[in-house]
């Protein structure tokens, strides 16, 4: 049978989320064993297999609406850069700790809107996968939040880094609010709602915090974008390369 359009309109919405969570879960797992205390550093696997489990959870749910040998592992490892539809906050590399607490509180805050604005999805399945992430969102943004203050209120050096940290990604925030036009049957179905429609509230909490922890959003009005079409950043190929090398060089291998 032939999908309907608003079920490969579904499938796109689940594997561009679950996308997301996989890379920026495959991110933090890199930067494991490097942060800056032996808490922090259990935080951050939790996180990232946090993200890891949400990916797993869409893919999953999108590859039973697309059938045809659909599965999870294929939409993680045996998709090229091109196919893959993250938005390029999330592929962006490892620095310092200023820039993945910067990277994660933005990527936290959106995910928290997110959550919320698809637990009330009039999808059965969705709506329980969102209720779900939600609670790991929220513990995740307390505790970006938390560390935002602490070090954009700390000392002169850890306020620079992560002002400099705010600078270089406040440029990827835009986009996580594009709407799709995949997405107009499930809006107007109410399995998911307008992502547009968060970003004020986005905005508001963002500030919030910045003016908390004695930083500022920068005047910079320029947004990249490209990411949920495919158009990705030099950064994407070399993650999946590492990413993806064993389940490509043995295919089909079990264990």
Known sequence: ??????????????????????????????????????????????????????????????????????????YAMLRSEREYMNALLVEQPNTDFGHILVRGFFFAVYQTLLWEQLAASSDERLRGIAARALKEATYHLTHHRRWLVI???????????????????????????????????????????EIAAMKPRFDVFVDEALEEATLVRPDDPYQA?????????????????????????YQGATW
């Open 1 to 74: 049978m032939t999908p309907s359009p608003d079920t490969e309109g579904l499938v796109s919405f689940l594997v561009r989320h679950g996308d997301d969570n996989t890379i920026i879960g495959q991110r933090l797992g890199e930067y494991i064993s490097r942060a800056p205390e032996l808490e922090e550093d259990l935080a951050i696997a939790n996180v990232s297999l946090d993200h890891i489990g949400v990916a797993m959870h869409l893919y999953e749910y999108a590859a039973e609406l697309e059938g045809d040998g659909a599965s999870v592992d294929g």
């Open 151 to 193: 070090l954009g209120d700390g000392t002169a050096e850890s306020h620079d880094r992560v002002q400099l940290a705010i600078d270089g990604l406040w440029r990827f925030t835009g986009e996580l609010f594009e709407p799709m036009a995949a997405d107009g049957l499930l809006i107007a179905a109410g399995i998911v709602g």
């Open 225 to 249: 974008t490209g990411g949920r079409t495919g158009m990705h950043s030099e950064y994407l190929g070399h993650l999946l390369a590492e990413m993806q090398w064993m389940q490509r060089t």
